[in-house]
């Protein structure tokens, strides 16, 4: 039986919030084997979140099935107020179910996607805060260069057709090697794949050299216009499996929104080994940065261009993957 009234009712909350939310799931089972070294990697991906974000940013982490010790560290994180939100999840319900179920939970506009091995780089939030502004069309974007990945960028290639046909540039002109060989590196390419796409490759920008064409180790996106085209139902994959594919990439294609990468690296892939002198090293980098003060809420938005919304999705799918057989576009 209640007894008494509530003493919040009909008190009002403060509805002020950050516009800018950081989603990390990490799945983290044991010590041993391929996740022998995962748990240093991952506090270092926080300790350097931490050190390069500012006020405007909060932060999600969710333990994926992760072991005690993990989440014990997690834990510690929401106590100390970190972070503001820490999820728990006793079974693995994979990746892309975590971070979109979070999604919908937040209330931030802007959502920034990391895997738990990302290093932040001094810069990576106001590069991203950048990349929106300065392409108020952009939807999609990566804070590492990704030449030539323009798979899933689909409307944003429809709307870019003529930089494809008469300005394309060679990739050493617009990236550097060192970014492109540690990416490389850390997903096992060797050094030769490197070599060819820096001095042979080619690269399609639009403003500020900026990069038709993303991954999504680490990416921001426009939270809005991607919900509304993400399946409903779950997806039954853990990680990969073109599960990103479904619940990712291809809903973003679907908004006509630009996909884009930035030519300099401000985030680095670690894998699941740390290399300690490097780490190190970024480490004291990034000492005593302090970013500086902004709202991803002041950025503009364009809903797309004329021509790629004229054309119905699967038509947009089709004509690309026409022009990659007649090499209009690669």
Same mark, same amino acid.
């Given at each position: 039986?209640?007894?008494?009234?509530?003493?919040?009712?009909?008190?009002?909350?403060?509805?002020?919030?950050?516009?800018?939310?950081?989603?990390?799931?990490?799945?983290?089972?044991?010590?041993?084997?391929?996740?022998?070294?995962?748990?240093?990697?991952?506090?270092?991906?926080?300790?350097?979140?931490?050190?390069?974000?500012?006020?405007?940013?909060?932060? /999600?982490?969710?333990?994926?099935?992760? $072991?005690?010790?993990?989440?014990?560290?997690? /834990?510690?994180?929401?106590?100390?107020?970190?972070?503001?939100?820490?999820?728990?999840?006793?079974?693995?319900?994979?990746?892309?179910?975590?971070?979109?179920?979070?999604?919908?939970? /937040?209330?931030?506009?802007?959502?920034?996607?990391?895997?738990?091995?990302?290093?932040?780089?001094?810069?990576?939030?106001?590069?991203?805060?950048?990349?929106?502004?300065?392409? @108020?069309?952009?939807?999609?974007?990566?804070?590492? @260069?990704?030449?030539?990945?323009?798979?899933?960028?689909?409307?944003?290639?429809?709307?870019?057709?003529?930089?494809?046909?008469?300005?394309?540039?060679?990739?050493?002109?617009?990236? $550097?090697?060192?970014?492109?060989?540690?990416?490389?590196?850390?997903?096992?390419?060797?050094?030769?794949?490197?070599?060819?796409?820096?001095?042979?490759?080619?690269?399609?920008?639009?403003?500020?050299?900026?990069?038709?064409?993303?991954?999504?180790?680490?990416?921001?996106?426009?939270?809005?216009?991607?919900?509304?085209?993400?399946?409903?139902?779950?997806?039954?994959?853990?990680?990969?499996?073109?599960?990103?594919?479904?619940?990712?990439?291809?809903?973003?294609?679907?908004?006509?929104?630009?996909?884009?990468?930035?030519?300099?690296?401000?985030?680095?892939?670690?894998?699941?080994?740390?290399?300690?002198?490097?780490?190190?090293?970024?480490?004291?980098?990034?000492?005593?940065?302090?970013?500086?003060?902004?709202?991803?809420?002041?950025?503009?938005?364009?809903?797309?261009?004329?021509?790629?919304?004229?054309?119905?999705?699967?038509?947009?799918?089709?004509?690309?993957?026409?022009?990659?057989?007649?090499?209009?576009?690669?």
């Amino acid at each position: 039986m209640r007894k008494g009234n509530n003493p919040n009712i009909h008190k009002k909350i403060n509805m002020h919030s950050a516009s800018h939310r950081v989603i990390i799931p990490v799945y983290i089972p044991n010590s041993e084997g391929y996740f022998k070294g995962s748990f240093e990697v991952f506090k270092i991906c926080i300790q350097s979140l931490l050190q390069t974000i500012n006020t405007d940013t909060k932060i /999600s982490i969710i333990s994926n099935a992760s $072991s005690e010790e993990v989440n014990n560290y997690i /834990s510690e994180l929401w106590k100390s107020n970190k972070i503001d939100r820490a999820i728990f999840i006793s079974d693995n319900v994979g990746k892309m179910n975590a971070i979109i179920a979070e999604t919908r939970a /937040s209330f931030e506009e802007f959502i920034t996607y990391s895997d738990s091995d990302v290093f932040f780089d001094k810069g990576w939030l106001l590069q991203t805060y950048q990349m929106f502004k300065n392409v @108020p069309k952009a939807g999609f974007v990566s804070m590492n @260069p990704t030449p030539g990945n323009i798979s899933h960028a689909d409307s944003t290639v429809i709307a870019n057709l003529r930089h494809f046909l008469f300005n394309k540039k060679s990739t050493k002109c617009v990236c $550097s090697y060192d970014d492109l060989k540690h990416f490389h590196e850390s997903v096992g390419r060797d050094i030769q794949f490197t070599d060819n796409m820096y001095d042979s490759g080619n690269v399609v920008c639009v403003k500020n050299n900026y990069i038709i064409g993303a991954g999504h180790f680490c990416c921001t996106i426009r939270k809005t216009p991607l919900l509304k085209y993400v399946p409903s139902y779950k997806s039954n994959i853990k990680v990969s499996g073109s599960s990103e594919n479904k619940y990712l990439d291809i809903p973003f294609d679907k908004t006509g929104l630009w996909r884009l990468s930035s030519p300099k690296a401000y985030v680095w892939h670690m894998g699941n080994g740390l290399d300690k002198e490097w780490a190190l090293k970024k480490i004291e980098e990034i000492n005593g940065f302090n970013e500086e003060s902004f709202s991803f809420n002041s950025i503009p938005f364009s809903n797309g261009v004329f021509l790629s919304k004229l054309l119905p999705y699967k038509l947009k799918v089709i004509t690309v993957k026409i022009l990659k057989k007649l090499k209009v576009i690669s």
